[in-house]
């Protein structure tokens, strides 16, 4: 499938051992929850069941616990007078020996501190020793019985072997059987490797605590010579290295050991000194407790006889009360017992299940996450599940397995208002963030998970970095130490080695925390972070080792996503009451669905944590009737929310055509950057577009046709979208956007065949079929094999398969290819038939020169000529696109500079640099800092910044784009604040007005038009005159936080103005917020003599003294440039040299 998807979609995914390691133990762990989470739920339910069985049975017993009860109370009355003269008797001789008691406990506390201080530094001090023996054994466990035998065979070790063997043979040996030096040979020493594991064993199982001193001693003449090291002795033998390691480690305990042996004697008679006080307190103590017992017992059982007589009406109030909360909870959760039911065999059987239902959802966390939604649905539905059933492994028939295994309907609802789309893919992404086990990398160039992460995270103190900021790995610190979830945004396609360490979760345990290795700091880890990482690009390609050590997740929108979103914008645009009516109540919904899961839970958990006589709890009862009541009353309004969301999705729909068109263009807008680099729209911009598409779409002469309404927007969506992305293309690009985008909605339509435009974009030959006689004059040998190729493809009338034929029976194929413009001819004979579209694929075949020609009068008639033609489009106009935080970019080409453009439209609007409102900086090295401080300083003050040729420096551009980000931010929020305090002003307006004039209030406001021009005109100009008085002052004295503002606030005026080269070094995130414009002379005369004369206005010939002559001349200039402009694609023939003809050439021409 990832080959596929490689070969099909362009796109890399890449699946490693550590993935499918990580499959293991996330199936692992996922299984056990989901097992334990079941069992519990099953429980709960049998415990609710139970509750409600042992209330019924109750009741019945009720009234003969009440009489035994009362009867016993009797009794014990009569014995209250006796046990209280008893009770005081006993009560001084308790408090005599309290305080002998006391006074034992103090001496004896006094030897147990002293005890205390002594263990202590018994057990400092063997702690320190402790490292030396873990060291030790260490090394032993990574002996290998191969590397002992290897040790084994050498016939005359080298020195220093033979030194650890001899120390290694003393430390092992009996004190007594210890042998002198010159006894110490390497046959000795192999004798005692004759077995390698026993003497594993042995030395892992040696008792370090009670060596004895002589074998210590012995082996020093070792320890102390130079050679004895690990580090030298490695290079000979890997065994003899580990011995070594153990010899030394040993040594080092033993020396610890003995220092902490004196502190153990004394802690030993200090010890026998404290058993000795604790006896003696002991005694004492429990004779007190005696009598404290004996004391308690009557105190007790008088307290008990006074108190039982004002019992016995408690307790037949009780008892009827009882019986009423008996039959309250028996009846209030009737329905609930038979669901419940139901319920636990459901789920019993369901743990079964979980074999296959957790392999499944673990395969779809660690792997399905980079596909997009019809690879996702054949891994799922054709490889996997099949799969799983051929193989006998249990599982649930008609599995979703994002709702039934990896989450649920009320966290799905949390997630809905937390801002992340509704459409089932992000649903997915969603639950796949929720439950991997490696950090999410979200490939999110619409920003549509980066939005939703930071609504979620929010609340958990979600710190935002970016790896071009000068502070981001301290920021990255701070939250692995405090354990906040970190968002790292904008990532390329290389990550940060520094990452590394974070990315793999490579911790370790030092003094009993665990720790991890950022860069060169080592960092405390705190198991409470979260990681996210986001990246702007479309199609990243990630190394293996990425996609191993993260959970790579496609978070790029999907047509049936954008499409809901743009319906919503149609929608609240046309019936802003139908939208809100919606939008209140998908909340509410979601609202609903979250309240009546946690109803039912509330109502068990309470169930299974109430102990004892669960009718003595009233509070219990009265909780579970208002969960109960709360959670019908829920189901009804839920009921009646379906069927208004049902009725609100029939009017909608009416819109679906414009949301369509809407998504459609998007996504071949999103396509372009595959052409060229440049070429980049982020979701955002786009909306921008799409909104200002549907507010200025005309209105039909009768304003009820909803259907010639959606018509006009729809063309109008069409047309703005077309143009705001053509003046940003090259001209030998516009072309193939306009195809695409004429396919795209030809094939939405149905009215083209896929198999059929799968070769007119491939262009598919089938060689090595010979040419018959009749062709061979006029149609070339690979014209042939693309006929061949177009005779398999079907679905056209007369059929393809019989062209090859018809072309070599008859002559008028010749005649029709030898024309000078077939696509303007009839095809002959039968083919006439073809429509337009197969046309082109024959020819496709046998005209491919004139194929170009042939699309533009194909998109022409199939979607309007508007669409071919050429959008040029003037800064003045571009700049009305502009705002504080989307810049004007120019895409350089020969021989164009658009600053002169810029400083035109500066001096018409105010802006130049003489009035300090122009700064024009021409990047190169060291004009970085002259940037930085031109865009400061117009962000701060108003004014244009023109930042010309960036291509040049590649370093400086993610910082112009973390700049742009925190405009963007800024500009925001400003936008935010000045909604909000709109909406108070005008609420708080609206009040004043009810309090000022109560009459109007009583009254109403009058309908239809009279009403309306009623309150255009203020009745009480007195009340507006107040009304605006107290706004002022609300808005000087406004302590809401909502509307305060910390950090810069930019200025309106506020522009960027951009140019680059085509370059792959430009940021994606730059390209995305920027309306980009480009400069090349259209394709035709007749385009480049509209383009040349649209550069001039009137006012040249309206002040010349002869305006007649002066057009004939600006036509003949303008003519003779587009001439010569067009003969450019001949290169320099027929000239001295090939120039760069541009349209300030003109100008000075005209100018002279």
Request: negative net charge; contains cysteine; glycine residues 6%.
């Amino acid at each position: 499938t990832s080959e596929e998807y490689i070969a099909q979609e362009k796109r890399y995914c890449y699946t490693t051992p550590k993935s499918f390691l990580e499959l293991i133990a996330l199936y692992k762990r996922l299984l056990a929850t989901k097992r334990s989470d079941l069992l519990n739920n099953a429980e709960r339910l049998e415990g609710g069941i139970n509750q409600i069985r042992d209330a019924s049975e109750k009741v019945d017993g009720l009234n003969a616990i009440l009489a035994e009860k009362t009867v016993a109370v009797e009794n014990a009355s009569q014995e209250t007078k006796a046990l209280m003269k008893d009770v005081e008797e006993k009560k001084g001789i308790v408090e005599a020996q309290t305080a002998i008691a006391a006074e034992e406990a103090a001496k004896t506390n006094v030897v147990v501190r002293e005890v205390e201080a002594v263990e202590a530094e018994c057990q400092r001090e063997l702690a320190e020793a402790l490292p030396a023996l873990e060291a030790a054994k260490a090394a032993v466990a990574g002996l290998k019985k191969d590397d002992i035998n290897t040790l084994k065979s050498y016939p005359k070790p080298p020195d220093d072997v033979a030194m650890v063997a001899n120390c290694v043979k003393i430390l092992i040996s009996p004190a007594s059987s210890i042998p002198p030096v010159r006894a110490r040979t390497w046959a000795d020493a192999k004798k005692m490797m004759n077995n390698p594991g026993q003497l594993m064993d042995q030395l892992m199982n040696i008792d370090a605590s009670n060596l004895d001193q002589a074998n210590i001693d012995a082996i020093q003449m070792y320890i102390n010579d130079p050679a004895f090291k690990p580090e030298s002795v490695q290079l000979k033998s890997g065994a003899a290295a580990g011995m070594c390691s153990w010899a030394i480690g040993l040594n080092k305990f033993h020396e610890e050991r003995c220092k902490v042996r004196p502190k153990e004697e004394r802690l030993a008679q200090q010890q026998a000194k404290l058993k000795s006080r604790r006896e003696e307190l002991e005694k004492v103590q429990k004779k007190v407790a005696e009598l404290e017992e004996t004391f308690n017992k009557l105190k007790a059982e008088s307290e008990k006889a006074q108190a039982e007589g004002r019992r016995i009406e408690a307790e037949q109030q009780e008892t009827k009360d009882k019986i009423d909360r008996a039959q309250r909870l028996v009846r209030g959760l009737s329905d609930e017992n038979i669901r419940w039911t139901q319920t636990i065999k459901d789920l019993k059987a369901a743990v079964e299940l979980q074999i296959g239902n957790v392999l499944l959802g673990s395969a779809f966390i660690s792997y399905i996450g980079p596909f997009s939604k019809n690879y996702r649905e054949k891994i799922l539905h054709q490889q996997w599940i099949p799969n799983i059933k051929e193989s006998g492994i249990p599982m649930s028939e008609n599995l979703d397995v994002v709702m039934n295994v990896l989450t649920n309907e009320a966290q799905v609802a949390s997630w809905n208002n937390e801002g992340l789309p509704a459409d089932p893919i992000s649903t997915e992404n969603g639950a796949i963030v929720t439950n991997c086990a490696r950090w999410p990398l979200m490939i999110d160039p619409q920003l549509q998970g980066i939005k939703w992460i930071r609504t979620r995270e929010e609340k958990n103190g979600l710190k935002i970095i970016q790896t071009s900021e000068r502070k981001w790995q301290t920021v990255l610190q701070q939250c692995i130490e405090e354990g906040l979830p970190c968002l790292l945004h904008g990532v390329g396609e290389n990550i940060e080695p520094v990452l590394e360490n974070v990315l793999g979760r490579a911790t370790y345990k030092k003094g009993g925390r665990q720790f991890i290795k950022l860069g060169a700091a080592e960092v405390e880890y705190n198991p409470k972070f979260r990681f996210f990482i986001q990246t702007k690009l479309g199609n990243p390609r990630y190394k293996p080792e990425v996609n191993a050590q993260t959970t790579l997740i496609n978070f790029m929108v999907t047509e049936t996503g954008l499409e809901d979103q743009l319906l919503a914008v149609v929608v609240n645009q046309e019936r802003p009451d139908l939208e809100e009516k919606r939008v209140a109540l998908l909340r509410q919904m979601n609202t609903f669905t979250i309240e009546l899961e946690q109803c039912e839970t509330g109502l068990l958990n309470e169930l299974a944590a109430a102990t004892g006589d669960i009718l003595s709890n009233v509070t219990l009862i009265e909780n579970l009737e208002t969960t109960k009541k709360k959670a019908r009353d829920i189901n009804v309004s839920m009921k009646q929310a379906v069927i208004t969301k049902q009725e609100i999705s029939e009017s909608r729909l009416t819109y679906t055509t414009v949301a369509t068109r809407g998504s459609l263009i998007f996504f071949q807008m999103d396509q372009l950057c595959k052409i060229d680099h440049m070429y980049q729209y982020s979701l955002e911009a786009f909306m921008t577009v799409f909104n200002k598409a549907l507010a200025k779409a005309a209105h039909p002469e009768d304003r009820k046709d909803v259907a010639a309404r959606v018509a006009l927007v729809q063309k109008s969506i069409t047309e703005t979208s077309f143009a705001y992305v053509s003046r940003g293309l090259f001209e030998r690009h516009k072309l193939i956007f306009s195809s695409l985008l004429c396919f795209a909605i030809l094939g939405r339509e149905g009215t083209i065949d896929r198999r059929q435009l799968d070769f007119l974009l491939r262009g598919k030959k089938k060689a090595g079929i010979e040419r018959p006689e009749s062709v061979q004059e006029w149609c070339t040998e690979p014209n042939w094999a693309g006929v061949q190729a177009l005779a398999e493809v079907e679905g056209a009338t007369p059929e393809f398969s019989s062209l090859p034929h018809d072309m070599s029976d008859s002559n008028r194929w010749k005649l029709w290819v030898e024309t000078e413009r077939p696509e303007e001819e009839k095809l002959p004979a039968d083919w006439k038939g073809l429509s337009p579209f197969q046309k082109l694929l024959v020819l496709r075949c046998l005209r491919p020169d004139r194929l170009t020609a042939a699309l533009e009068d194909f998109v022409a008639s199939s979607i309007g000529k508007y669409f071919v033609s050429d959008q040029a489009v003037s800064v003045d106009v571009s700049f009305k696109d502009s705002t504080t935080k989307t810049p004007l970019f120019f895409i350089l080409s020969a021989g164009v500079d658009p600053v002169k453009n810029v400083e035109d439209l500066g001096r018409k609007l105010g802006f130049t640099g003489d009035n300090g409102k122009l700064s024009n900086v021409s990047l190169g090295q060291g004009q970085e800092i002259v940037a930085d401080r031109a865009l400061e300083r117009c962000f701060n003050n108003g004014g244009w910044t023109m930042l010309s040729n960036i291509h040049l420096v590649q370093k400086w551009l993610p910082s112009l784009e973390q700049r742009l980000d925190q405009y963007d931010e800024i500009y925001t929020r400003m936008a935010q604040i000045a909604k909000y305090k709109s909406e108070k002003r005008a609420a708080r307006r609206a009040m004043l007005k009810a309090e000022m004039d109560p009459q109007a209030r009583a009254e109403g406001v009058e309908e239809g038009a009279e009403g309306e021009e009623a309150h255009e005109q203020p009745e009480h100009p007195e009340n507006e005159e107040a009304i605006v008085e107290e706004e002022e002052e609300e808005d000087e004295d406004d302590d809401d936080p909502e509307t305060k503002m910390e950090g810069p606030k930019g200025h309106p005026d506020f522009r960027v103005f951009l140019s680059a080269e085509p370059s792959v070094v430009i940021p994606i995130g730059v390209l995305q917020r920027s309306v980009k414009l480009t400069s090349e002379p259209p394709s035709g005369i007749q385009a480049n003599l509209a383009r040349a004369m649209a550069n001039f206005s009137d006012e040249p010939w309206d002040r010349s003294a002869k305006p007649s002559e002066y057009r004939c001349i600006m036509f003949a200039m303008c003519f003779f440039h587009a001439v010569v402009v067009e003969r450019k694609k001949f290169g320099a023939q027929g000239w001295n040299r090939t120039y760069p003809f541009n349209m300030g050439d003109l100008t000075t021409c005209m100018e002279v």
